[in-house]
C-alpha cells in the first residue's frame, strides 16, 4: 500500500514539474502570471516587452492642381510603396515609406509628358493627443484625437526629356473612432472582422518642386495650389494583426491610397 501511494506521489510531483511555471503562478486575481522560464539562459541585456512594429505595402494616386508659370495644372502621380512603423510608446509611432512613382502633368485635359518610374520615401510620425472612452480598458470602443506630420521626397525618371522631383509636407489633425467587434456581442454579427477604425479630420499639404516638360529646355518649379484640405479613412481589422485600409484627401481634387499591413 505504501508502495501504491509514494508512486502516486511521485507521479502527482512529476506532473506538476511537467507544467510550466509560468502558467503556475497567479496574479492574484485568477490571472496567470507569466515568470520567466527558469530552463532558459540568462543575458546580460533582455527585452521582455518588445516595442509593437508594424509593416506593409501601400498604393495610391494622387492628384493636385498645382500653380507652374501663372497658371493651374493637374499633377497626377501613381505610387507603390513599403511601409514600416514603430511604437516606442503607446502613444506615439513612428514610419517610414519608401516605394515607386510616375508623375505626369497636364493643361486643360493635355498631357504635357509623363515620366518614367523614379524612387521616393516619407518619414513620419503619428501623436494620440487625447483619448475619449470608458474607464474599463477592455472597453468595445474609444475615440483617440490625433496628430499625424509627414515629410516625402519623390522623383520621376526622364521619359523622352520629362523628369520630376518635389517634395511635400502633410499635416493631419484625425479624430479617430475605434469599434472592437472581437470578444463582445458585436462579433454575432461581424464575425468576420476584429476591430474597425473610421477617421477623419482637417488636413495641410506643401508641396514644392520641379517639372522638366517634355522636349523641354529647364526646369520649371511649381507649388501646391490649395494647401488646406481635409482627410479620412478606414482600417478593418480582419484578424488581431492583420488589416486592410483606404485613405482619401481633397486638396481641390481627390488622392487615393490603399494598403495591407500586419502587425508584429
Known amino acids: ?41 540568462e543575458s546580460l541585456f533582455a527585452w521582455n516587452d518588445p516595442v509593437p512594429w508594424r509593416a506593409g505595402v501601400v498604393a495610391g494616386r494622387s492628384k493636385r492642381p498645382v500653380r507652374m508659370q501663372g497658371s493651374v495644372w493637374d499633377f497626377e502621380a501613381d505610387s507603390l510603396e513599403a511601409m514600416v512603423a514603430v511604437a516606442p510608446w503607446g502613444w506615439l509611432e513612428l514610419y517610414g515609406r519608401a516605394g515607386g512613382f ?42 483617440t484625437i490625433g496628430l499625424r506630420a509627414e515629410y516625402a521626397w ?8 520629362a523628369k520630376a522631383q518635389w517634395g511635400e509636407a502633410f499635416f493631419f489633425l484625425p479624430v479617430n473612432y475605434h469599434l472592437a467587434y472581437h470578444g463582445t ?12 477604425d473610421l477617421y477623419v479630420g482637417p488636413a495641410c499639404s506643401l508641396v514644392d518642386g520641379d517639372w522638366t516638360p517634355k522636349h523641354g529646355t529647364g526646369k520649371i518649379g511649381f507649388r501646391e495650389d490649395q494647401a488646406a484640405g ?11 494583426r492583420l488589416a486592410v485600409g483606404g485613405e482619401v484627401a481633397w486638396f481641390d481634387a481627390v488622392t487615393l491610397q490603399g494598403g495591407l499591413e500586419y502587425r508584429f
Open 230 to 240: 481635409i482627410a479620412g479613412g478606414i482600417r478593418i481589422w480582419l484578424l488581431e
Open 1 to 41: 500500500m505504501k508502495r501504491w501511494f509514494l508512486a502516486l506521489a511521485l507521479a502527482v510531483a512529476a506532473g506538476c514539474l511537467a507544467v510550466p511555471a509560468a502558467v503556475r503562478a497567479s496574479d492574484g486575481g485568477g490571472h496567470p502570471r507569466f515568470d520567466p522560464d527558469a530552463s532558459a539562459p
Open 154 to 161: 519623390r522623383t520621376g525618371k526622364e521619359l523622352e526629356g
Open 102 to 143: 510616375r508623375p505626369k502633368m497636364e493643361l486643360d485635359g493635355r498631357s504635357w509628358g509623363k515620366t518614367d518610374v523614379g524612387a521616393g520615401g516619407a518619414l513620419g510620425t503619428q501623436v494620440n493627443l487625447w483619448e475619449i472612452g470608458p474607464e474599463h480598458g477592455t472597453a468595445a470602443w474609444r475615440l
Open 185 to 196: 456581442q458585436r462579433s454575432a454579427y461581424a464575425s468576420e472582422a476584429h476591430a474597425l
